[in-house]
Structures are given as structure tokens and as C-alpha cells.
């Protein structure tokens, strides 16, 4: 990748934010749990990087399903994450009272969810595309 004005800040912005992460964590140890996570995370996501595209499954005489259909798809997805998503402070404050180090666990996995679902919606639908070429 070429240098440009925005990679630059990126990089920049970076540096900065790992070395206040860094101060944090030596001066606080749940700072630097919280650290842990967000790079546990950061690599769970880096390796998702690396897994192969979705094979196209070829379909014979079969029609494309309608765009109407497809919205409905998306709309229940869509309504049945953000219902999910109503529940999960409640779930994270009642396990933070046991555990506060839990309860941001399970928070963090809860938003991680959220888009390992779309993301898995968006391969399958990849995948069942009609091939153009």
C-alpha cells in the first residue's frame, strides 16, 4: 500500500493509542485486562482474514429469490439482533455484580456477535449468488 495522508494518521494514531494503553496497563490492572481482551479480539478478527472465500454453489433452473423476499431476510435479522441487543446490559450489569471482569467479557462477546452474524449472513448470501460471468 502506497503512503497517503490517511495511513499516515492511521499509523500515527496507532502509536499513540498503544502507548496510553501501555501506561494504562502499568499503571492498572484492570486496564490492562481490558487491554487483553481488545488484543485477543484484534487477533480473532486479523484471522478471520485468512479464511478462504465462499465456494459459489451453481444453481440449475432455479430463480433468483425475489429482492422482496431478501429484505424480509434482513429485516428479521436485523429485528432479531437489536431484541437480543436490548437484553444485554441487563445481562452484563447482573454478572457484573458476581464478576466485573465477566460481566465486560460477556459484553465484548455479545457486540462480537453482532457482526460474526452479519458477516456469516453476508458469506452465505456470497455464496448463493447467481455467477455473472
Same mark, same amino acid.
Given at each position: 500500500?502506497?503512503?497517503? &495522508? /490517511?495511513? @499516515? @494518521?492511521? $499509523?500515527?494514531?496507532? !502509536?499513540?493509542?498503544? #502507548?496510553?494503553?501501555? *501506561?494504562?496497563? *502499568?499503571?492498572?490492572?484492570? =486496564? !490492562?485486562?481490558?487491554?487483553?481482551?481488545?488484543?485477543? @479480539?484484534?487477533? =480473532? =478478527? $486479523? #484471522? /478471520? %482474514?485468512?479464511? +478462504?472465500?465462499?465456494?459459489? &454453489?451453481?444453481?440449475?433452473?432455479?430463480?433468483?429469490?425475489?429482492? %422482496?423476499?431478501?429484505?424480509?431476510? !434482513?429485516?428479521?435479522?436485523?429485528?432479531?439482533?437489536?431484541?437480543?441487543?436490548?437484553?444485554? +446490559?441487563?445481562?452484563?450489569?447482573?454478572?457484573?455484580? $458476581?464478576? +466485573?471482569?465477566?460481566?465486560? /467479557?460477556?459484553?465484548? @462477546?455479545?457486540?462480537?456477535?453482532? /457482526?460474526?452474524?452479519?458477516?456469516? %449472513?453476508? %458469506? $452465505?448470501?456470497?455464496?448463493?449468488? +447467481?455467477?455473472?460471468?
Amino acid at each position: 500500500m502506497k503512503p497517503n &495522508i /490517511f495511513s @499516515i @494518521i492511521l $499509523y500515527a494514531g496507532t !502509536a499513540v493509542v498503544v #502507548a496510553a494503553l501501555a *501506561y494504562g496497563s *502499568y499503571k492498572n490492572a484492570t =486496564v !490492562a485486562l481490558s487491554v487483553g481482551l481488545c488484543v485477543v @479480539i484484534g487477533l =480473532v =478478527v $486479523y #484471522a /478471520f %482474514r485468512f479464511l +478462504p472465500e465462499p465456494k459459489k &454453489i451453481a444453481r440449475q433452473g432455479a430463480a433468483a429469490p425475489s429482492s %422482496r423476499s431478501q429484505t424480509r431476510q !434482513a429485516a428479521v435479522v436485523v429485528a432479531v439482533i437489536f431484541g437480543l441487543m436490548l437484553l444485554v +446490559p441487563t445481562v452484563v450489569l447482573w454478572i457484573g455484580r $458476581y464478576s +466485573p471482569e465477566l460481566g465486560a /467479557f460477556v459484553g465484548a @462477546i455479545a457486540l462480537m456477535a453482532i /457482526f460474526l452474524i452479519l458477516w456469516l %449472513r453476508s %458469506r $452465505y448470501q456470497r455464496s448463493h449468488e +447467481p455467477d455473472e460471468s
